[in-house]
């Protein structure tokens, strides 16, 4: 157990609304990553965060913001939720013996 | 940037065969390899990994991999499988002085009893 919990764990909203997924961690690791999950994709970076407002992008960030105001929180926000953003989000932390990275119980998000 | 190939995309067996997946990643340089279970409607779970030293790393329930430089590889290996060992199987590669971590597209497993 990585100590981290994922809110929504479900979510139905409808297109063009924003959504935010909160990533919450209680063992003060520096790094944090959202990733989401699609068959035949497998997971796929969206955004990670190297510390307290340190953010950088990963492979599939168009349409994705984050946000990290403390060690413990994580947020990602669609900022206008698209039928392609219907996905698994899962949230990681990158575990402080060796590079290892440990994730959330995912959230299930589904835009109709 | 790094990327991984996994080859196999469904696999069936039957209990007790051997099971070998195929992992294959691109990147020059030093890397760290993983893999990864997924259990249906679960989260993903490390199964192994590997950093340096022995290419052939044990990992939890029975799981082995074996690193191959030359070829690029770290291929998962279980000798004699179980119908609980049906899940998606992920592998993931991490430059060792990059913040990024590359997962394959995954291959399910099934397991007939």
Redesign the interface.
């Known amino acids: 157990d990585a100590g981290i919990t994922q809110s929504p764990r479900h979510k139905v909203t409808e297109t063009g609304t924003p959504v935010t997924l909160r990533c919450h961690q209680t063992e003060n690791h520096r ?1 944090m ?1 959202w ?1 989401r999950q699609d068959p ?6 969206i955004h ?1 965060s ?1 510390g307290v407002k340190d953010t ?1 992008k ?2 599939v960030s168009d349409g994705y913001s984050v946000s990290r105001s403390k060690t413990e929180d994580f947020l990602l926000t669609l900022e206008s939720a698209t039928s392609s953003q219907t996905s698994v989000y ?1 949230c ?1 932390i ?1 575990g402080t013996q ?9 959230s299930w998000l589904t835009v109709v | 940037a790094q990327s991984v190939s996994q080859h196999n995309h469904h696999v069936i067996l039957s209990e007790a065969a051997s099971l070998e997946l195929g992992c294959n990643y691109s990147y020059g340089g030093t890397v760290n390899l993983f893999w990864y279970v997924q259990y249906p409607g679960q989260h993903l779970q490390l199964l192994l990994k590997y950093f340096s030293g022995d290419p052939l790393v044990k990992g939890i329930k029975g799981f082995e991999a074996e690193f191959i430089k030359s070829k690029f590889s770290f291929n998962l290996r279980k000798p004699s499988v179980q119908w609980s060992d049906t899940a998606e199987y992920f592998c993931a590669v991490n430059a060792n002085t990059g913040n990024q971590f590359y997962f394959g597209t995954g291959t399910s497993l099934t397991v007939i009893p």
């Open positions: 790094y990553y990733y035949g994709h497998g997971l796929r970076l990670y190297y950088d990963g492979e899962f990681a990158r060796g590079n290892t990275i440990y994730f959330g119980e995912g």
